[in-house]
């Protein structure tokens, strides 16, 4: 099971709306099963889940503490992608979400305090050693302002190519428990999203890959060393 962890200090960059989304646009894709864990006290996450109709992404409760031996369940369980919110600030806790992760998805409104925070997101996440990826959000249409953020976001890591706009749309399908998958799938909001796990999808891909060549090689010399 891949577990993707939603990561970013600066409040309202749109974690919660991107793990509902990401979780959504996952089980259409056919990469589901998919499971939701909201580890923001604040649990908008789960209420949002509370009120949605659709039996998919399934909500799996739990605490931090808990968190490792909960993924390995839901893994045994059978899903194959666990989401993972967590609360906008930079903690002990937080740190330990990370450490679960296949990959962290930062989160970055394009504005320069955004920009100016991200920063000890990217150390706290580059401490426990796990691959990450920016994705601009809440940006308005032909403004400079994106473009300078995602230059300077290519800085430190990658990039997604599929930007995250500023739209009504996100809000209000969120009011009722959907995604802008479910209330307009061939809007421009729902082809940003479906772009969007196509590349969480193939970045997901790519570190399991390496780790299966890392393990290979680790193995590979162990004969030898038998040998």
């Not at 906008?88 to 930062?106: E, F, Y």
């Not at 401490?127 to 032909?142: G, H």
């Not at 428990?177 to 969007?196: H, N, P, Q, Y």
């Not at 680790?218 to 004969?223: C, D, S, T």
């Amino acid at each position: 099971m891949h577990v993707i962890v939603l990561a970013s200090q600066k409040g309202g960059a749109g974690k919660t709306t991107l793990a509902a989304h990401i979780a959504v646009a996952a089980e259409m894709a056919g990469d589901g099963p998919t499971v939701l864990i909201d580890t923001d006290p604040q649990g908008s996450l789960s209420a949002w889940w509370n009120v949605r109709e659709a039996q998919t992404p399934a909500l799996a409760p739990t605490s931090v503490a808990d968190l490792p031996a909960k993924l390995l369940g839901l893994s045994q369980a059978g899903y194959r992608l666990a989401v993972v919110d967590t609360p906008p600030a930079i903690t002990d806790a937080i740190g330990a979400v990370v450490k679960s992760a296949d990959l962290v998805l930062i989160p970055t409104r394009p504005s320069p305090h955004d920009l100016r925070a991200v920063g000890s997101t990217v150390d706290l996440v580059q401490a426990a050693r796990k691959p990450f990826v920016f994705a601009v959000t809440q940006a308005k249409p032909n403004a400079r302002l994106t473009i300078q953020a995602v230059t300077a976001l290519s800085e430190h890591g990658a990039v997604a190519p599929a930007i995250v706009h500023d739209r009504v749309d996100y809000a209000g399908s969120m009011i009722d428990g959907r995604t802008v998958l479910e209330t307009d799938r061939k809007g421009r909001s729902a082809t940003e999203m479906i772009e969007l796990w196509r590349f969480v999808k193939a970045r997901l891909t790519k570190g399991t890959k390496a780790r299966v060549r890392g393990k290979e090689l680790n193995e590979q010399k162990a004969r030898l060393a038998v040998g």
